[in-house]
């Protein structure tokens, strides 16, 4: 934890909007429920407005709407979350950077491994692998050959990076992430399955966050590419030749199948299924749980799932489902008499 920062120097250095005492000095954050009295908390969600008459924070980061109901001091955003991200990373600075190479980890003799960068115990550096400036190697993590780990960039513990994966500038990779592995080819031969080559790799841009459990295939014959910006959560599964435009973001358990094309600053929830081969325009959101079978070309919100019931109206519902087509035969027949 830092020294801290007074509250205006907060405002100052956020462009929020301070409503109350300047000179409160904050050295942590919390939430509206458990902060104490030198924490700052944040109101983003109005699920958790009633929580605000009672907090216990120093000051509280708020919209401009929930400003008068605020019992302490408060700094005022358009957009409380934004301004609360910024305002935990100065209060809670990252560790200082490490370098060297652990006794433990094995590097191969033609590897490049800066002088800056730091490799961890147990981690594997295979031949002609390269890792940047300032990088950082976590402790069990192992990049193949030819792998390429650019500046700044962070596998925390546990990650592999296999053949010809290259990672772009400050990415960074929780454990278990496996980046690279064979996209899943195989071809029908009688009652066998013949496995396709994959002979692409996979590409990911600068700034670029891929949580724990995730993996990404690498291609059959061109490139996997995430582009600059991505972030995607935890278990999700993207297969071979996918390629998931600039700053899009991605939540957990999503599974995207083969040569889909995800645009620019699209938003999708958990649990989505997207199918192979379509195109998702920019500026998309998509809700949780939906199943996307055709591609999206015109921006906006799209959502797919039904809302939970109880087991017996379900069980209702599930039988009118399949009387879905005879009804719609049954409607066409009576506008077709109709219009006779």
């Not at 300032?134 to 050959?145: F, K, Q, R, S, Y």
């Not at 949780?288 to 109880?310: F, K, N, R």
């Amino acid at each position: 934890m830092g020294h801290g920062y007074t509250l205006a120097e907060l405002a100052q250095r956020s462009g929020c909007e301070l409503h109350g005492e300047g000179d409160i000095r904050v050295t942590g954050v919390g939430t509206l429920r458990h902060a104490g009295k030198e924490d700052i908390a944040f109101l983003a969600n109005p699920h958790y407005r009633r929580y605000l008459p009672d907090t216990t924070a120093a000051a509280v980061i708020l919209a401009p709407q929930d400003a008068a109901g605020c019992p302490v001091p408060a700094l005022v955003a358009a957009n409380p979350y934004l301004a609360y991200a910024h305002i935990a990373s100065w209060l809670m600075p990252a560790r200082p950077h490490r370098s060297g190479v652990d006794s433990t980890a094995r590097v191969d003799a033609s590897a490049r491994v800066h002088a800056q960068a730091w490799i961890g115990s147990g981690a594997v550096i295979a031949a002609g692998a390269v890792v940047g400036r300032g990088a950082e190697v976590g402790p069990g993590c192992v990049m193949l050959e030819g792998a390429q780990l650019g500046e700044d960039s962070r596998l925390v513990a546990n990650v592999t990076l296999c053949e010809r994966v290259s990672v772009g500038a400050r990415a960074l990779l929780y454990p278990g992430a496996v980046i690279g592995a064979d996209g899943f080819g195989i071809a029908r031969d009688g009652e066998a399955w013949v496995k396709v080559p994959q002979l692409g790799a996979v590409r990911i841009g600068d700034d670029v966050e891929i949580g724990a459990n995730t993996t990404v295939d690498r291609g059959a014959l061109e490139d996997t590419v995430i582009e600059d910006g991505v972030k995607l959560d935890n278990q999700i599964q993207v297969a071979h030749n996918v390629c998931i435009g600039a700053h899009t973001a991605i939540a957990g358990c999503t599974a995207i199948a083969g040569s889909t094309r995800i645009g620019k600053r699209c938003m999708i929830a958990g649990g989505v299924g997207i199918a192979g081969h379509l195109e998702i325009c920019d500026d998309v959101v998509v809700t949780a749980m939906t199943l996307i079978t055709h591609s999206i070309l015109v921006p906006g919100v799209y959502s797919g799932s039904l809302p939970m019931d109880t087991a017996a109206q379900w069980r209702k519902n599930s039988v009118r489902f399949r009387q879905l087509d005879e009804l719609a035969r049954r409607i066409t027949s009576i506008e077709k008499k109709l219009k006779d």
